[in-house]
């Protein structure tokens, strides 16, 4: 009777850890389904299965006809875009809930999107920046992203790097960069602020294979090094940091940790497309839904998800209102806010 | 002997929570510690499993400074216990449970590890609720979860704090009860930080009375728990029977000494 019971939870537990690998399995199939859905929507038809070929094709040879120069050249860089910034988006907030111990906390509760605002503002109003030539934006934007997450990480020495401090530093450092832009923007020509303020709504209008390498190598190692840390963050997460300590985890130095790679992938990702909101709130938080908060299924089912999610959001923007192409940012929000609050509505368990 | 503390002292900022601690724990033995709220139960519990690290003092546990342990060498030897609290991520009771086994894991967890969370399950008959979310249990389930944690790093020592606060009187007994089947079965040591005098006498074989960061008092439960430390400690009248060696504290009355004197 009793070994029989136990047989029970032992396959019951299997069966549970079947659903969150089914899960994860899911949406890598759902990415390149839709991915191939999107490239075949715009003002050129082109059928799925033209689109699977061509893509086959291309990444061995040069495109050869107009058609698949589209898909290759144009409709390409934006999926893979989409896909590796809502993935990196995703991974960050999924990780930054963990450590920080708060379902509403996002990197860019660590001030890193208002700071990215004021590099990119500068580019765009002052033209200047650390960087010449065509990546002016993207180099100060993503130098001036990582500084609020240095002044948290000095702060964190004397004050301990408990979540309450880095979350009322983060809010603090979003305040004065969001007040100094203003100040920008005050002064700026009309187009420069509306340049400025459409870049910090977040857009995938810059998508070349240029950029693609190197965003997908920064994803691929902060994907990693997060990876790496799920155990420690399963632990701080579920025990919280005394008893973190107690079993062998070092919270403050994990809790740096992490914060350093997911702002480096934040920043990474924002300073070339801008701040794409809601992505890093949501999709952690549909997965979590779906398949519970161990991070080692989590982080990887939040990335995909979130690389699904951008792209779904991205194609919505591209043709609900063609040939007018909406910035994605407008999208995420306006789709992220009521699927959130339904989710909220909807939800079976106790959450938070 | 497993647990020799010499001299200990432990300040927060400017309060001295621990005031020169000197004592000694054996093993398969279950030691309550008693006190006011404030006089250093909870980090004198901290201190031995370095979640705090004392200024002045040491803790030997098996003949080895705490200060020499590792963080991962003391998770495996003591376990810690803290009072029931609030998740703020749904986690279920399993995966509570296998948090215990992170000081021997290293990226995968291997079959033992499942292994050793099924055996715990199995010990504290928890195996029923594996897969309910931690936040829906009540609050005796709850603490029983966590001790099941505990147990799933194989401590020697087991460090509790207040595990009964919160609990009705059939959990109290109940887990008071688990705590002590585990100490003499598995030969460990636990120390529980504990507030109802009732159940430290009846469950536990020596008790620390603490008062101000010092020990005031130790020993077997009636020497320690006598009218005349109780009031001095707690400042509360009491009367104590003696039921065939099982102690019962009735409180009569507040006594506040410095009223006393004014009188």
């Given at each position: 009777m009793m070994d029989t019971t136990l047989l029970q939870v032992k396959r019951e537990y299997e069966r549970y850890i079947g659903r969150k690998l089914l899960f994860i399995i899911f949406t890598s199939t759902l990415i390149i389904m839709v991915a191939g859905i999107s490239a075949t929507l715009g003002s050129y038809s082109i059928s799925v299965l033209e689109v699977y070929s061509t893509i086959l094709k291309c990444l061995?040879?040069?495109?050869?006809?107009?058609?698949?120069?589209?898909?290759?050249?144009?409709?390409?860089?934006?999926?893979?875009?989409?896909?590796?910034?809502?993935?990196?988006?995703?991974?960050?907030?999924a990780m930054t809930q963990g450590i920080l111990r708060n379902p509403l906390a996002t990197p860019y509760t660590l001030g890193i999107s208002s700071a990215a605002g004021f590099g990119a503002a500068i580019a765009i109003i002052l033209s200047k920046g650390i960087f010449a030539g065509k990546y002016v934006i993207v180099g100060n934007a993503f130098l001036f992203s990582l500084i609020p997450t240095f002044v948290i990480l000095a702060l964190a020495r004397f004050k301990g790097a408990t979540p309450e401090t880095m979350i009322l530093?983060?809010?603090?450092?979003?305040?004065?960069?969001?007040?100094?832009?203003t100040i920008l923007m005050y002064f700026a020509r009309s187009e420069a602020v509306k340049s400025a303020y459409l870049w910090m709504v977040g857009d995938l209008g810059r998508a070349s294979w240029e950029i693609i390498p190197t965003m997908f190598i920064s994803l691929l190692i902060c994907f990693t090094l997060l990876m790496w840390k799920t155990w420690d963050v399963n632990v701080m997460m579920i025990a919280g940091d005394e008893v973190a300590k107690s079993l062998g985890v070092n919270p403050e130095r994990e809790r740096i940790f992490v914060m350093l790679v997911s702002a480096f992938l934040t920043a990474s990702i924002i300073s070339f497309t801008g701040t794409i909101g809601f992505i890093c709130l949501v999709a952690p938080h549909i997965c979590r839904m779906i398949i519970g908060s161990d991070y080692r299924y989590l982080l990887p089912a939040s990335t995909l998800f979130g690389g699904t999610l951008l792209l779904t959001c991205d194609t919505i923007a591209r043709t609900i209102l063609a040939p007018v192409i909406l910035p994605v940012g407008v999208v995420t929000n306006c789709l992220g806010g009521p699927m959130f609050l339904y989710l909220l509505i909807k939800r079976k368990k106790e959450y938070w | 002997m497993k647990i020799r503390i010499r001299g200990l002292e432990f300040s927060y900022s400017s309060i001295q929570a621990l005031k020169d601690v000197t004592i000694d724990i054996y093993?398969?033995?279950?030691?309550?510690?008693?006190g006011p709220n404030g006089s250093g139960k909870s980090t004198l519990l901290?201190?031995?499993?370095?979640?705090?690290?004392?200024?002045?003092?040491?803790?030997?546990?098996?003949?080895?400074?705490?200060?020499?342990?590792?963080?991962?060498?003391?998770?495996?030897?003591?376990?810690?216990?803290?009072?029931?609290?609030?998740?703020?991520?749904?986690?279920?009771?399993?995966?509570?449970?296998?948090?215990?086994?992170?000081?021997?894991?290293?990226?995968?967890?291997?079959?033992?590890?499942?292994?050793?969370?099924?055996?715990?399950?199995?010990?504290?008959?928890?195996?029923?609720?594996?897969?309910?979310?931690?936040?829906?249990?009540?609050?005796?389930?709850q603490q029983k979860v966590l001790i099941a944690r505990a147990l799933a790093q194989e401590p020697e020592v087991l460090l509790l704090d207040e595990p009964t606060a919160n609990?009705?009187?059939?959990?109290?007994?109940?887990?008071?009860?688990?705590?002590?089947?585990?100490?003499?079965?598995?030969?460990?040591?636990?120390?529980?930080?504990?507030?109802?005098?009732?159940?430290?006498?009846?469950?536990?074989?020596?008790?620390?009375?603490?008062?101000?960061g010092k020990i005031f008092a130790a020993g077997e439960p009636f020497s320690v728990l006598t009218p005349s430390n109780i009031r001095t400690v707690y400042g509360v009248e009491v009367k104590v029977i003696n039921d065939n060696g099982i102690i019962h504290i009735i409180p009569l009355q507040y006594a506040c000494n410095m009223y006393e004197s004014e009188w």
């Open positions: 061995i040879s040069h495109p050869e006809n107009t058609k698949e120069s589209i898909i290759w050249n144009l409709r390409m860089p934006r999926i893979i875009l989409a896909i590796i910034s809502g993935a990196g988006l995703a991974s960050s907030g530093a983060g809010i603090a450092m979003m305040y004065i960069f969001s007040a100094v832009t | 093993e398969s033995e279950i030691v309550a510690v008693v901290k201190c031995i499993d370095k979640i705090l690290k004392p200024q002045k003092g040491v803790i030997l546990i098996n003949g080895k400074d705490v200060k020499d342990f590792s963080q991962i060498e003391i998770a495996k030897t003591v376990g810690y216990v803290p009072q029931s609290i609030k998740q703020f991520f749904p986690a279920t009771v399993f995966e509570v449970v296998l948090m215990g086994r992170k000081p021997y894991l290293g990226w995968r967890c291997s079959r033992k590890d499942l292994e050793k969370v099924f055996e715990v399950l199995k010990l504290l008959n928890i195996k029923n609720i594996a897969m309910r979310d931690f936040n829906e249990l009540s609050g005796g389930q609990l009705d009187i059939k959990h109290q007994l109940e887990v008071m009860e688990i705590i002590r089947k585990i100490v003499k079965e598995k030969g460990i040591t636990a120390i529980v930080a504990i507030h109802d005098l009732n159940l430290a006498s009846r469950y536990t074989d020596r008790i620390v009375m603490m008062y101000e």
